[in-house]
T-cell receptor, first 111, second 113 residues
Framework: RKEVEQDPGPFNVPEGATVAFNCTYSNSASQSFFWYRQDCRKEPKLLMSVYSSGNEDGRFTAQLNRASQYISLLIRDSKLSDSATYLCVVNFPSGTYKYIFGTGTRLKVLA | DAGITQSPRHKVTETGTPVTLRCHQTENHRYMYWYRQDPGHGLRLIHYSYGVKDTDKGEVSDGYSVSRSKTEDFLLTLESATSSQTSVYFC????????????FGPGTRLTVL
């Protein structure tokens, strides 16, 4: 099993739709979780951290399910500008400061 | 945006030549990372640094070395470039090594012919 797994997509959704991505992780001791956004040929940028209680930032909601070892990202009222690849990142507490990146889920929002 | 620059931004080189990539930060963050990104793979950690002269290997460190003589600079060296090292290289910084978010530089596209 990969340490961090994501559905590569693409998810093609119309403008205004709600879309959700999941990301599963293998290490139950992981403590820190993040969602990053990466535009084509650009660097990843932090979208939001994922807290145990869940968190929301405008149209974006992140959730953590420790029992099933996955995090999720929900995007409401999708905009064309949301088209990007979404990377989940998990910190593996192996004694070193190591972040494991998923391969990303590609989202295309269609007009 | 976090003050991180990478140089060069693009480089084409030949197999067997040495290559050094530079990452420079103005944020005074303690932790710095070098990743490579290839199709079908997530970003993979090459090396990281947790302070001046303190570095450690990541998951794909073979063929790479690093140095950090100043807080603001983290150098990645390919001693003898191979075609398998053709990739996009990203530097990242973080104020906290374990729980902190990372900020990425704009990347360096390296092609080894």
């Amino acid at each position: 099993r990969k340490e961090v797994e994501q559905d590569p997509g693409p998810f093609n959704v119309p403008e205004g739709a709600t879309v959700a991505f999941n990301c599963t992780y293998s290490n139950s001791a992981s403590q820190s979780f993040f969602w990053y956004r990466q535009d084509c040929r650009k660097e990843p940028k932090l979208l939001m951290s994922v807290y145990s209680s869940g968190n929301e930032d405008g149209r974006f909601t992140a959730q953590l399910n420790r029992a099933s070892q996955y995090i999720s990202l929900l995007i409401r009222d999708s905009k064309l500008s949301d088209s990007a690849t979404y990377l989940c990142v998990v910190n593996f507490p192996s004694g070193t400061y190591k972040y494991i990146f998923g391969t990303g889920t590609r989202l295309k929002v269609l007009a | 945006d976090a003050g991180i620059t990478q140089s060069p931004r693009h480089k084409v080189t030949e197999t067997g030549t040495p290559v050094t990539l530079r990452c420079h930060q103005t944020e005074n963050h303690r932790y710095m990372y070098w990743y490579r990104q290839d199709p079908g793979h997530g970003l993979r950690l090459i090396h990281y640094s947790y302070g001046v002269k303190d570095t450690d290997k990541g998951e794909v460190s073979d063929g790479y070395s690093v140095s950090r003589s100043k807080t603001e600079d983290f150098l990645l060296t390919l001693e003898s470039a191979t075609s398998s090292q053709t990739s996009v290289y990203f530097c990242a910084i973080s104020s906290s090594g374990r729980d902190g978010e990372q900020f990425f530089g704009p990347g360096t596209r390296l092609t080894v012919l």
